[in-house]
């Protein structure tokens, strides 16, 4: 079974710090059983326009996970659930050479997934555009 993690809430949808701090405690609580039950979780937000990376940096500010674990569910276990025919998500021979090197080690700080200094999609650079 695979699950989307979906649990980025906009600060504009809980206003009130206790019923925020009550709903991440069921969702830190939700997110460890599914884990521990063996659960491949993929990480996605359901909101419109809002990115993975905004996903994955709330899941790591409320530490559910160790850094490892966010990225491998990050860049191992959601590409295989988005494009499960696809060889990606792994460095490895017969897979597609697409990845990311960063500036900096995600597991020492996770917030080094920001500082992306090339980025390659089966095998060829994509340059970067000021701005985004």
Not at 4 to 29: C, F, G, N, R, W
């Amino acid at each position: 079974m695979d699950v989307v993690t979906t649990i980025y809430v906009s600060a504009d949808e809980i206003k009130e710090p206790e019923e925020l701090k009550k709903s991440q405690a069921i969702q830190i609580h939700n997110l460890r059983l599914l884990h521990n039950a063996g659960v491949k979780l993929a990480i996605g937000p359901d909101v419109y326009g809002v990115t993975s990376l905004a996903e994955a940096m709330n899941l790591y500010q409320l530490k559910v996970f160790d850094n490892l674990t966010l990225l491998k569910m990050w860049s191992e276990a959601t590409p295989e659930v988005i494009f499960p025919k696809r060889k990606i998500g792994h460095l490895q021979e017969g897979y597609e050479a697409s990845f990311l090197v960063l500036d900096g080690n995600p597991l020492e700080n996770f917030a080094n997934v920001k500082k992306i200094r090339l980025r390659l999609k089966q095998g060829r650079v994509i340059p970067h555009h000021a701005g985004k």
